[in-house]
């Protein structure tokens, strides 16, 4: 069974500050990852995508990934209020994705 | 205006009926997937189609049917042999490619009465 862990909160930060997502998988073999953003009632949105080790910068987003630790990060920088919502992890390993349960985020004005 | 669309948005269902969830892209992808999403868990995957008349079983495939017929559409059957089918159905497309991203539908919420 391929796992996906995500601490699953609720992560409060306040505004402008940085908010830090973890996530750990499990198949060594993953290829790609991926995090989503998911409000309240809605479908997941794309926001960042990683595909070697290292960091990658999108805006106020920085991905993070380590597969020698088997573990992926998301940083949002000056959080805003309307960064609130739920953030998943997504593994990509073969033909199929697997989803961590998610990290809830408050950002408190 | 390029997307997923899925409909309907709310649907709800007596026990003992079966009901066709439905999914269209116009995005050109050739792979199509369906999730169900429950309070509290992550997305589990239902099945899966890299091309037309094609599709695989994912882990909770039980209770559940999809056809392929064309590149654009894949509907979701759900029986009534599934024993729990409340939940929160979401459909997500990707163009084939080690990278290539997946990108989902606005969701159908089932709610069994």
């Known amino acids: 069974q391929k796992e996906v862990e995500q601490n699953s909160g609720p992560l409060s930060v306040p505004e402008g500050a940085i908010a830090s997502l973890n996530c750990t998988y499990s198949d060594r073999g993953s290829q790609s990852f991926f995090w989503y953003r998911q409000y309240s009632g809605k479908s997941p949105e794309l926001i960042m995508s990683i595909y070697s080790n290292g960091d990658k910068e999108d805006g106020r987003f920085t991905a993070q990934l380590n597969k020698a630790s088997q573990y992926v990060s998301l940083l949002i920088r000056d959080s805003q209020p309307s960064d609130s919502a739920t953030y998943l992890c997504?593994?990509?390993?073969?033909?199929?994705?697997?989803f961590g349960t998610g990290t809830s985020l408050t950002v408190i004005p | 205006d390029g997307g997923i669309t899925q409909s309907p948005k709310y649907l709800f269902r007596k026990e003992g009926q079966n009901v066709t969830l439905s999914c269209e892209q116009n995005l050109n992808h050739d792979a199509m997937y369906w999730y169900r999403q429950d309070p509290g868990q992550g997305l589990r995957l239902i099945y899966y189609?890299?091309?037309?008349?094609?599709?695989q079983k994912g882990d909770i495939a039980e209770g559940y049917s999809v056809s392929r017929e064309k590149k654009e559409s894949f509907p979701l059957t759900v029986t009534s042999a599934q024993k729990n089918p409340t939940a929160f159905y979401l459909c997500a497309s990707r163009k084939q490619g080690r990278d290539n991203e997946q990108f989902f539908g606005p969701g159908t919420r089932l709610t069994v009465l």
């Open positions: 997504a593994v990509k390993t073969g033909n199929q994705f697997y």
């Open positions: 189609s890299q091309i037309v008349n094609d599709f």
